[in-house]
């Protein structure tokens, strides 16, 4: 369980539910197996209750060989646009973590984030897919589709395990929705975002340039990555395990043969699967929205349990305001090691890039972060504005910002 704390400096205020809702975490099966980030945002929204939408399964996908690790056919959440948005499409890729080993990858095929038999039949539709302009000023009454998210290799993986019964189809999933989606319209699209959070941030990446491939040159076509910005870093006792989990994600679902060669013809497959490597080449203008401690990389790449022999960090991981100076010096490292990766892609313009310093993950399905009377702002600007501002070309959005204490507007995530 987490919840969401205000940060005024060096002080926290736990917000309680109601007003601006509840963000629920839900910790599955090993911090530094992938099985993470299990991000929603459930609760009231900021106006009014959110809109639920249905699931809709892609029926044509099992003959195309694009099924879920179990086996079970993909699917997506469709809320249709309408007046001036009716030919606007925003595709949001669903996160959820990596499965890189036949264990880990057998408990992902009984849950939501591995078959769709398992998948909420209704999802609430808010943040960056929010119907209410108040909520959503420049998106609310475009076409909003929420693929889920169900291969365990951020939509790039095409292998199996016959043996355990596993389908490693991320690849053909990505194809079977976008083929299905055109059909239904997306082809007449003037404008289009393909955007994701977490696993689906790194989705979004890499498969940026796919999407913009899809539509005339006259169409406007962007991308956004949400959390997606995984950094191979070391970890606190010395090792990689973050470029571990990925070289099991790599290997095993035969995602190699989907990275692009620009990266894989001079490094590493493995290497090429860490967004630092792929954003230089990526053609198509791209956001990056992160925050400069990403909770789930603290969580899982920098001081992962199986990396804290001590149990030093086991306060600190769970609850920044707990942190020792040593162990926020550490932190403010990995920020610069961040701000580092993005120098050379925040000198194009046609990129935009919002990087704030809380302690949170995935900003852009969350309500309360996305835009709410007291959401995170960089100067005076706000995660929604400052996307529709990139976005429709209204001003350039490069945002970094000052680092901890001294931003006041953060909604930092404690864990319990």
Not at 139 to 163: L, M, P, T
Request: proline residues 4%; positive net charge.
């Amino acid at each position: 369980m987490c919840k969401r704390s205000k940060s005024f400096g060096g002080m926290n205020f736990l917000s309680v539910f109601g007003f601006i809702g509840l963000v629920v975490l839900k910790l599955v099966q090993g911090m530094e197996n992938g099985n993470v980030s299990d991000m929603q945002y459930w609760g009231r929204g900021f106006y009014n209750r959110p809109l639920l939408v249905g699931l809709t399964l892609i029926n044509g996908a099992a003959a195309k060989g694009a099924v879920c690790l179990d086996g079970s056919l993909p699917g997506y959440h469709f809320h249709r646009g309408y007046g001036s948005g009716s030919n606007s499409w925003l595709i949001q890729l669903e996160g959820g973590g990596w499965c890189g080993n036949i264990r880990n990858c057998i408990y992902s095929k009984r849950s939501r984030h591995g078959s769709s038999l398992h998948m909420e039949k209704q999802i609430p539709f808010v943040g960056i897919l929010s119907n209410k302009a108040v909520e959503n000023p420049d998106f609310f009454n475009w076409n909003r589709i929420k693929v889920r998210y169900c291969d365990g290799a951020s939509f790039s993986g095409d292998s199996q395990h016959e043996a355990a019964g596993l389908y490693f189809r991320g690849q053909r999933i990505w194809h079977a929705a976008m083929e299905d989606l055109m059909s239904k319209g997306m082809r007449y699209a003037k404008q289009a975002l393909l955007s994701g959070c977490s696993a689906g941030g790194l989705a979004s990446i890499l498969h940026c340039d796919e999407f913009r491939e899809l539509f005339p040159r006259t169409t406007r076509v962007k991308c956004l990555s949400d959390a997606g910005l995984f950094l191979d870093t070391i970890d606190v006792s010395g090792r990689r395990s973050l470029r571990n989990l990925f070289g099991g994600v790599v290997t095993l679902q035969g995602v190699k043969k989907n990275l692009p060669r620009s990266c894989t013809s001079r490094f590493n497959p493995i290497l090429c699967f860490f967004p630092q490597r792929l954003i230089a080449s990526v053609r198509t203008p791209l956001f990056l929205l992160n925050a400069a401690y990403d909770t789930w990389q603290i969580q899982a790449s920098l001081a992962p349990p199986s990396a804290d022999y001590r149990w030093n960090w086991n306060d600190c991981r769970k609850n920044y305001a707990r942190c020792s100076q040593p162990q926020l010096k550490y932190l403010q490292g990995f920020r610069n090691q961040m701000l580092g990766v993005v120098r050379g892609f925040s000198r194009s313009h046609q990129n935009g890039l919002f990087i704030n310093s809380c302690f949170a993950h995935c900003q852009a399905e969350r309500q309360d972060t996305w835009f709410a009377h007291d959401s995170p702002h960089i100067g005076n600007r706000g995660i929604a504005q400052s996307v529709g501002n990139w976005f429709f070309d209204r001003v350039g959005v490069q945002a970094i910002g000052c680092p901890y204490p001294c931003d006041r507007t953060c909604h930092n995530l404690v864990f319990n």
